[in-house]
């Protein structure tokens, strides 16, 4: 393939049908009464999972992207290529439509006042493996971004082995890769597996590892992420966690291999663990041009302030966009964590996943004004605050001491 861009986001994949639900009650029941028809308004229609979550937003960015994921050769599959074909004309050329195989799709279930509940068909993201990825599109493009493993059964399964493949041969192939994750249920096989194992075979062939702060905590210290879990109002554990966790997490990415750990905060931020100079030797075509400049760093970047949220639907996966656009224009640590959060803000603007998100010169425009930040309710204790920089600075950070 002669043709050479800028990146590829492969993984994860489905429809998302959301239908406009009107009725109110304190509880599910109160709506959703067996043998009633229940009057609804027009439903939305889009995709959903990293592939278009952070592909989508990458393409706003100006980051020449080419997405690839698998789906059937049915109506959702055809839908799926559709809305692909409309946002990102061209883009679409690294998906595809199998058949026999099912299109996943996704029922989002919405009612005003209450928190969603999410209908979902793994359908073709289960079969996913190596062999359905385009080995020349991946090499030319500087940098590839993978999505949802824990949703997909053929990348976990015996010990991750396809998704090692598919990093080493991205990795052989001399090009950066990064790699998201998703919260596996505990009920289901994903919860079940040995994450830990599964990423220590993996991580020596990732470059940027983006997961949330959850999902890190559940695969990597299970009895911790319990504990927090059994204290937390309403499951969410993210107030609870504090930055000798995070940097007892990202050290141990870092030691199992990554170059680069960002860790998903929620409403509170990004934090980032950069391994030593050594490793950015073998980052591939996005690496930086000064290793040194990005190693051994340690940083948590406050949120940016949003007066009026309408959704978060999606914003981690925004975040990771502008994070890795910053990268692929050859910015700094420092920068790629702003950028990161400033993407991830915009997408709180909107109700879907994308339409907040600017074009690259509003972003930067946005960066450089020093938007508001809001106060991190996470316990940063031992951290030093940059007043220049405006973040934190760890304790195993090279400027630790200022």
Not at 3 to 32: K, M, W, Y
Not at 33 to 41: E, I, Y
Not at 53 to 77: A, E, H, Q
Not at 345 to 367: C, K, P, Y
Request: a negative charge.
């Amino acid at each position: 393939m002669s043709e050479s861009f800028d990146a590829v986001v492969a993984g994860h994949i489905c429809l998302d049908i959301t239908p406009e639900i009107r009725a109110a009650g304190q509880n599910v029941a109160d709506i959703f009464r067996p043998g009633t028809l229940l009057a609804v308004g027009p439903a939305t229609i889009s995709t959903g999972g990293p592939v278009s979550n952070t592909g989508f937003p990458l393409r706003r960015l100006g980051v020449d992207v080419r997405l690839m994921g698998k789906c059937g050769d049915d109506v959702f599959g055809r839908a799926i290529v559709d809305c692909i074909r409309d946002e990102a004309p061209g883009a679409e050329s690294g998906m595809q439509m199998v058949a026999g195989e099912q299109t996943s799709y996704t029922v989002v279930i919405n009612p005003p006042g209450m928190d969603r509940m999410f209908l979902h068909c793994p359908g073709a993201n289960d079969t996913f493996g190596a062999d359905d990825v385009d080995a020349d599109t991946v090499a030319a493009a500087r940098l590839m971004h993978f999505g949802y493993p824990p949703l997909m059964a053929r990348t976990y399964a015996d010990d991750g082995a396809e998704l090692a493949r598919i990093f080493a041969d991205a990795h052989d192939a001399g090009v950066t890769t990064s790699l998201d994750m998703a919260y596996p249920d505990p009920s289901t096989p994903a919860g079940k597996v040995d994450w830990s194992r599964i990423l220590g075979n993996v991580l020596s062939h990732v470059d940027v590892f983006t997961p949330s702060a959850e999902e890190l905590t559940f695969m990597l210290r299970r009895e911790a992420f319990d504990a927090l879990s059994s204290r937390a109002k309403d499951g969410d554990i993210l107030s609870l966690i504090d930055g000798k966790l995070l940097s007892d997490l990202g050290s141990q990415c870092v030691d199992a291999g990554a170059a680069v750990v960002l860790i998903k905060c929620g409403e509170h931020g990004l934090y980032m663990r950069s391994g030593p100079a050594e490793r950015f030797g073998r980052t591939g075509g996005a690496g930086p041009e000064d290793p040194d400049a990005w190693a051994d760093r340690e940083l948590f970047e406050p949120s940016c302030r949003v007066e009026r949220i309408v959704s978060a639907n999606g914003a981690g996966d925004c975040a990771i966009a502008g994070f890795l656009a910053a990268i692929l224009r050859g910015r700094s640590a420092d920068d790629a964590l702003r950028f990161g959060c400033a993407v991830g803000a915009q997408n709180l603007s909107a109700v879907d996943t994308i339409s907040g998100v600017r074009t690259w010169d509003e972003t930067v425009a946005h960066v450089e004004s020093r938007p508001a930040q809001n106060e991190v309710g996470i316990d940063l204790t031992g951290w030093r605050f940059d007043d220049r920089q405006r973040h934190y600075v760890g304790p195993t950070d090279r400027d630790a001491e200022g």
